[in-house]
């Protein structure tokens, strides 16, 4: 079946813009994840969102930062006025929430995003 | 809160080689879970192993071993018959029970050699 998969690809802007990434998770998935990825650093969790409870939003590193989740579905990462710092791989996750132990997270490839 | 340190950022092996990258990690919780992850360069993450604390017995999967140390807080992944697809960024991970945070460390660069 498909996978994760994240829009754009690639992303350049100017420094001050807002910009929209966008995530597909698997089909039936009930748990999104959202990731970013700086330069020469491990992945740092932003927020989680599972069914129809509130998303845990404890990793957004600033209220520039915001996500929402549409009908339990897609995913859209959201950042206002960005900043240099902000130049970083965006990788969501999914996972389907079965009671287990844990629930593995399945990622997609990733937003890379530019902020000249 | 707990923290994962990968301390070799790159590495490098001969193909049909053997590898070991090193992970310690620092928790005082007892119930957790720890993964390896290979980032190939099109970024997509793929799980390689896992490890369930609770478990003494390291984990394998077929050319990929870990060598798991609970009182040492150290989880090290070993690639036997290194081959060129293995090249990679690789993240040690760690998952605390009940939670849906994974903490990553900062990678390791493999590089196999033909």
């Known amino acids: 079946g498909a996978g994760v998969s994240q829009s754009p690809s690639n992303k350049v802007t100017e420094k001050g813009k807002d910009v929209e990434l966008r995530c597909d998770p698997i089909?039936?998935?009930?748990?999104l994840y959202w990731y970013r990825q700086s330069l020469g650093q491990g992945l740092e969790f932003l927020i989680y969102?599972?069914?129809?409870?509130?998303?845990?939003k404890s990793g957004l590193p600033s209220d520039r930062f915001s996500a929402e989740r549409t009908g339990g579905s897609v995913s859209t990462l959201t950042i206002q006025r960005t900043q240099q710092e902000d130049s970083a791989v965006y990788l969501c996750?999914?996972?389907?929430?079965?009671?287990?132990?844990?629930?593995?997270?399945?990622f997609g490839p990733g937003t890379r995003l530019t902020v000249l | 809160a707990q923290t994962v340190t990968q301390s070799q950022p790159e590495m490098s092996v001969q193909e049909a080689e053997t590898v070991t990258l090193s992970c310690t990690y620092d928790?005082?919780?007892?119930?957790?879970?720890l993964f390896w992850y290979k980032q190939p360069p099109s970024r997509q993450m793929i799980l390689v192993i896992r490890?369930?604390?609770?478990?003494?017995q390291n984990a394998t999967e077929n050319r990929f071993s870990v060598n798991f140390q609970k009182a040492a807080k150290s989880f090290s992944l070993k690639i036997s018959d290194s081959q060129l697809g293995d090249t990679a960024m690789y993240f040690c991970?760690?998952?605390?029970?009940?939670?849906?945070?994974?903490?990553f460390g900062k990678g390791t660069k493999l590089t196999v050699n033909p």
């Open positions: 996750a999914s996972s389907l929430v079965q009671g287990l132990r844990y629930n593995e997270q399945f």
């Open positions: 928790t005082s919780e007892n119930n957790y879970y």
């Open positions: 089909s039936g998935h009930t748990a």
């Open positions: 490890q369930e604390a609770y478990k003494q």
């Open positions: 991970a760690f998952l605390l029970g009940g939670s849906e945070k994974l903490v």
């Open positions: 969102f599972q069914g129809n409870s509130a998303p845990d």
